[in-house]
């Protein structure tokens, strides 16, 4: 069955960087758009950044546009999502998504169980 | 951007009883072209990632019990759970993907009572 796991997250101070993965298995990783969604303690889902099937298309949401990149490795079945410049409300669980069909839909069918980060001095 | 917002934010129900979740979109999220609403609905239990239920508005998910149903057109919809069930309490969000960003609702806590 699918099966995303993501990793990388972790205490880091205002300004560094850090970087999360997402592992996937159990579907054919290189016909599916995948996402990054962040979580805050105590309130909604944000996407955060979207990736097609090929890596060829990338959007992400204002907040993080210049500081974050989406990128993918169809070849290892790997989603990453490299963070720079990071600040105190980039804090959340950070969740991989599986777009529900080839082309980007904004539809999240799959969805991995989170990476915490936490931006503190 | 399409605001979504839901009501009310928590509700008690009891067990057996029905549930009803409400969802309203700034602007309408069915397309012209193939005449169906882009919203989905999620289930996010204490500790877990959210869970995909209703697409399409009212399509089911793959193993979802038939006791959730979703409904509405346009702006707004509802979500509906016909007979609350313990393992039904968790938090429930609407979320638009006529177009991006793809935002999510507030949520709704739904509690036994």
């Known amino acids: 069955q699918v099966h995303l796991v993501e990793s990388g997250g972790g205490v880091v101070q205002p300004g560094r960087s850090l970087r999360l993965a997402c592992a996937a298995s159990?579907?054919?990783?290189?016909?599916?758009?995948m996402h990054w969604v962040r979580q805050a303690p105590g309130k909604r889902p944000e996407r955060v950044a979207v990736?097609?099937?090929?890596?060829?298309?990338?959007d992400y949401t204002d907040s993080v546009k210049g500081r974050f990149t989406i990128s993918r490795d169809n070849s290892k079945n790997t989603l990453y999502l490299q963070m720079n410049s990071l600040r105190a409300e980039d804090t959340a669980v950070y969740y991989c998504?599986?777009?529900?069909?080839?082309?980007?839909?904004?539809?999240?069918?799959?969805w991995g169980r989170g990476t915490l980060v936490t931006v503190s001095s | 951007d399409i605001v979504m917002t839901q009501s009310p934010d928590s509700l008690a129900v009891s067990l057996g009883e029905r549930a009803t979740i409400n969802c309203k979109s700034s602007q309408s999220v069915l397309h012209s072209s193939n005449n169906k609403n882009y919203l989905a609905w999620y289930q996010q239990k204490p500790g877990q990632p959210p869970r995909l239920l209703i697409f399409w508005a009212s399509t089911r998910e793959s193993g979802v019990p038939d006791r959730f149903s979703g409904s509405g057109s346009g702006t707004d919809f509802t979500l509906t759970i016909s007979s609350l069930q313990a393992g039904d309490v968790a938090v429930y969000y609407c979320q638009q993907y006529y177009s991006s960003p793809w935002r999510f609702g507030q949520g709704t806590k739904v509690e036994i009572k």
């Open positions: 998504a599986r777009d529900q069909i080839r082309v980007i839909l904004g539809l999240f069918d799959y």
């Open positions: 990736i097609s099937y090929d890596g060829n298309n990338k």
């Open positions: 159990g579907f054919t990783f290189s016909n599916h758009g």
